[in-house]
């Protein structure tokens, strides 16, 4: 099963009938978009992970998100973590291009996919991290791990998803910028480079959230930022 597969488990129908409401789309397109989203963040891991500085870095970053569940978590710290990982794996130049290039896919606003990029990049952090520590990876067989993700999406999304990130890349991967962290520094600025600093700041959540995160559906009438704000899922017990 790929990461792509788990993230869509975990999610279930109620959580792709909120991603679809984010996206103004049926569930349909919503699957095909979280493939996506889920594509260009593996595959920008395994484009890191081909140096062993990235590797490393990756490796060691896991250990911060083992048995951590996103699904569950506030929408505020969930957005903050996931910009931080994206800055890494994409840089923020590189995230706002995958945004564009996704939501022309789509034929969404590309400020909608900036929502929802940060919020799957820790899900798939968990996934992967769960991974590694039950199969008792190295780095090196982390990064053997990725590349093999990579075939996971044919036809026309695993064209998209190859330029996608040939052009991110441009043949090479974004300079580490120091250790991935769970939280970006207080007053952290945004970042605009690609692979250096915690993101690009763009999106939901960049206020104070003392809401929960869970598997199941924003009550009619939130907005965003809303304390009761929640993100895609479907096995919260209050649901």
Known sequence: MTLT????????DSGLEQIAGMLGTDTTMARDVVEAVSGVIVGGMARNARHPD?????RAALDDHVDTDPFTGDVASLTRDGHN???HVLGGQGTEDAADAL???AGVDPGIIMRLLPLVAPMIMSLLANRAESRGMNAGALADDLDREQPACPGELGELLQGL???VFGGGVPAQGGPYESRP???ASPDTGRGTGTGTGTGTGS???TGTVGRRGAPDGHEEGDPHEVAPGTSNPDW
């Open 5 to 12: 597969d788990e993230l869509l488990t975990e999610l279930g």
């Open 54 to 58: 990235g590797a490393d870095a990756l």
């Open 85 to 87: 990982i994206l800055g």
């Open 103 to 105: 939501a022309r896919f």
């Open 165 to 167: 990130l040939d052009a």
């Open 185 to 187: 520094p207080s007053g």
């Open 207 to 209: 206020g104070p959230d």
